[in-house]
């Protein structure tokens, strides 16, 4: 059946690396969502895309957080440099985007990060 | 603006006693409604949803919301909880694109 794919799904690094997450949203979706999830903070969105333009990324701390879509298959979350603070579990959700009505969103099993 | 509250960060409950977790909404127009689960180590998935069509929604899993306008609300329940319900649970609202979440209830189930 469809579902969202995330890779990886366990990612440890160091504070200073570079860290990249990957999304596949199911195919036929046009909108993909990045959340992020903490004990402190709970779900947080990050940055959300419509046919692959970015709508809004007002949720990333832009000064290091990057989110794109290089083509309808696949989202990126890009983190550099990491810092502990970016510990956390990220998910990426994807829906169809019925402009007459709402946006049912399908969420990845998310990719738990940890910087040491 | 959109936004949900879930009263009760955490519930506990008999195995085989009802369930009932709480969520308003504030919306200045008619929203639609979703309850999503959250089992451990794992992505949020839809329990149930309300699209303005009937007010007594059902979803998977034996769960059920109403949704009351007049109280701005739209509880979810289980007439007998299992073991297998542990987890933690969120209601969203939207308008259009975006999902505003509330800050989870995590539901124990005690045997």
């Known amino acids: 059946d469809a579902r969202v794919t995330q890779t990886p799904r366990h990612k440890v690094t160091e504070m200073g690396q570079e860290v990249t997450m990957r999304c596949q949203p199911i195919?036929?979706?046009?909108?993909v969502f990045w959340y992020r999830q903490t004990m402190m903070q709970g779900l947080e969105l990050l940055a959300y895309?419509?046919?692959?333009?970015?709508?809004?990324d007002s949720g990333m701390p832009k000064d290091r957080f990057s989110a794109e879509m290089p083509d309808a298959t696949l989202a990126t979350l890009k983190i550099q440099p990491s810092e502990p603070r970016d510990s956390a579990v990220y998910f990426c959700?994807?829906?169809?985007?019925?402009?007459?009505?709402?946006?049912?969103?399908?969420f990845g099993p998310g990719t738990r990060l940890t910087v040491l | 603006a959109q936004s949900v509250t879930q009263l009760g960060s955490h519930v506990s409950v008999s195995e085989g006693a009802l369930v009932l977790l709480r969520c308003n909404y504030s919306?200045?127009?008619?929203?639609?409604l979703f309850w999503y689960v959250q089992y451990p180590n794992q992505g949020l998935q839809l329990l149930l949803k309300?699209?303005?069509?009937?007010?007594l929604v059902k979803g998977i899993n034996g769960f059920e919301a109403e949704f009351k306008k007049s109280e701005t609300s739209f509880h979810l329940t289980k007439p007998s909880a299992h073991m297998s319900d542990a987890a933690e649970y969120f209601c969203?609202?939207?308008?259009?694109?975006?999902?505003?979440f509330g800050t989870g209830t995590r539901l124990t189930v005690i045997p």
């Open positions: 959700a994807s829906g169809l985007d019925r402009l007459s009505s709402y946006n049912e969103q399908f």
């Open positions: 195919l036929g979706h046009n909108t």
């Open positions: 895309f419509r046919n692959r333009a970015p709508l809004d």
């Open positions: 919306s200045s127009v008619p929203p639609y």
């Open positions: 309300y699209t303005s069509a009937a007010t």
């Open positions: 969203a609202v939207t308008l259009g694109i975006n999902l505003f």
